[in-house]
C-alpha cells in the first residue's frame, strides 16, 4: 500500500469569515448575556425604584401647589447635599474586595486528590491485585472524606447525599464504615467526623510500607504529605465556611447603600425650570440610573458570592467536581 494510500484524508477548513455585528459589538457582546448578569440580577429592583421615582415626579409636579413646590424644592436641595458625602465608594470596594477574594480562596483551597493518586501509583508497587484494591480504597477515603466535608457546606452537595445511606449508594461508603463514623448529622461546627476516612488512609499507607509494597522511605513521606496537605484543605475551606464574614460590616455597607438611594428619590428629582437661569429639567434620572446599576451591581456581586456553596449562577459545580475527581483519580491508580 502506498504512502497515499495510508495517509488520512484531510477536510480543507473553510475559516469562517468576520461578520459586520462581531466588529461592532466585539466583547461588547458579553453585556447582551443573561445568566449570571447584572440584568439577571437587578430588573426588577431597578424597575421598582424607577417607578417611585417617577411617582414622586409626578406628584412634585401635578399634585403640589406652587407654594408647595418651592418648599419641595428646598428639600430637594437639602437631600442633594446631604447624600453625595456619604462615602459609598470606599465602603462597597472594599467590603466587594473582601468577598471577592474570599470567594476565589475558598476555592483555590479545595483539595484535588491528583496528587495523592500519583504519588500512589508511582511509589505503591507490587504484582496482583492487592495493591491496586489498596490504591482505590485510599482514594476512595479520601473522596469519601471530601463529601462528608463540604456536604456540610454545600446546598447542592447536601440534596444528593442528605442522608449517609445517599453516600452508601454511591459505593465511596460501606455499611461497616458508615457505622464507625455516625449519622453525620450534627449542626456543630466540630461535630463531624470527615477526618476519619483519611486516618484509615494513613493506616493503609503504614500497612503497605510494612508489606513492602512501598519499599522508598521518601515515597512513604510523600504520599503521607499528600495525605496532610488533602486534610488541610478541607480544614481550611470548612473554617472559611464556618466563620463567615463579620455580620456588622454586612449591615453598614447593605445599610449605607439603600440609604444612600432612599435619599436620592429625593435629592436627585430635577427641580421645575422656571425661568431660564434654572437648571435643565428632565423627567427621568438617567444619571441616577447608571449610579444604581453601578452601586447595586456592587452590592449584589458581593452577595451573590458571599456564599459559593449554593445555588446561584456563580457558585461552585461541586456534583461535577465530585464526578471529575473519583473518574480521574481512579483512572491514574488503576
Known amino acids: 500500500m502506498s504512502m497515499m494510500e495510508e495517509s488520512p484524508i484531510i477536510k480543507k477548513i473553510i475559516p469562517r469569515r468576520t461578520r459586520f455585528t462581531d466588529v461592532l459589538m466585539g466583547e461588547g457582546r458579553v453585556m447582551c448575556r443573561w445568566r449570571s448578569s447584572l440584568w439577571k440580577l437587578l430588573w426588577a429592583e431597578l424597575l421598582i425604584y424607577t417607578a417611585v421615582y417617577m411617582m414622586i415626579s409626578l406628584i412634585y409636579r401635578l399634585g403640589l401647589s406652587e407654594k408647595q413646590q418651592l418648599q419641595f424644592e428646598e428639600i430637594i436641595r437639602w437631600c442633594g447635599k446631604q447624600y453625595t458625602g ?8 472594599f467590603y466587594v474586595s473582601l468577598v471577592v477574594k ?7 483551597k479545595l483539595p484535588w486528590p491528583d496528587s495523592i493518586a500519583t504519588h500512589l501509583r508511582g511509589h505503591v ?3 496482583g491485585e492487592k495493591p491496586v484494591i489498596m490504591k482505590r480504597t485510599i482514594v476512595r477515603y479520601c473522596l469519601l472524606s471530601y463529601v462528608l466535608c463540604i456536604r456540610r457546606l454545600s446546598v ?3 440534596k444528593r447525599f442528605p442522608t449517609m445511606k445517599d453516600v452508601m449508594k454511591t459505593g465511596l461508603l460501606r455499611p461497616d464504615e458508615a457505622a464507625r463514623i455516625g449519622d453525620e448529622d450534627s449542626p456543630e461546627m466540630y461535630g463531624s467526623n470527615w477526618w476519619m476516612p483519611l486516618k484509615w488512609s494513613t493506616e ?4 503497605a510500607q510494612k508489606d513492602g509494597m512501598i519499599p522508598s522511605a521518601p515515597g512513604y513521606n510523600g504520599i503521607l504529605s499528600q495525605i496532610s496537605a488533602f486534610r488541610s484543605g478541607l480544614t481550611s475551606v470548612a473554617a472559611y465556611g464556618h466563620i463567615p464574614v463579620p455580620l456588622v460590616y454586612t449591615q453598614v455597607v447593605t445599610l449605607a447603600v439603600y440609604i444612600y438611594f432612599t435619599v436620592a428619590l429625593i435629592g436627585e428629582q430635577w427641580i421645575i425650570r422656571r425661568s431660564p437661569e434654572d437648571e435643565l429639567d428632565m423627567y427621568y434620572p438617567i444619571f441616577m440610573t447608571v449610579k444604581f446599576l ?38 491514574i491508580v488503576t
Open 86 to 93: 456619604l462615602p459609598l465608594t470606599f465602603l462597597l470596594g
Open 102 to 108: 474570599r470567594w476565589w480562596e475558598q476555592y483555590c
Open 125 to 127: 508497587q507490587g504484582s
Open 156 to 158: 447542592r452537595l447536601r
Open 204 to 207: 493503609l499507607v503504614f500497612n
Open 294 to 331: 453601578f452601586y447595586f451591581g456592587w452590592l449584589r456581586v458581593a452577595e451573590t458570592l458571599y456564599n459559593p456553596f449554593g445555588e446561584d449562577d456563580d457558585d461552585f459545580e461541586l456534583n461535577e467536581l465530585v464526578n471529575r475527581h473519583f473518574q480521574v483519580a481512579m483512572s
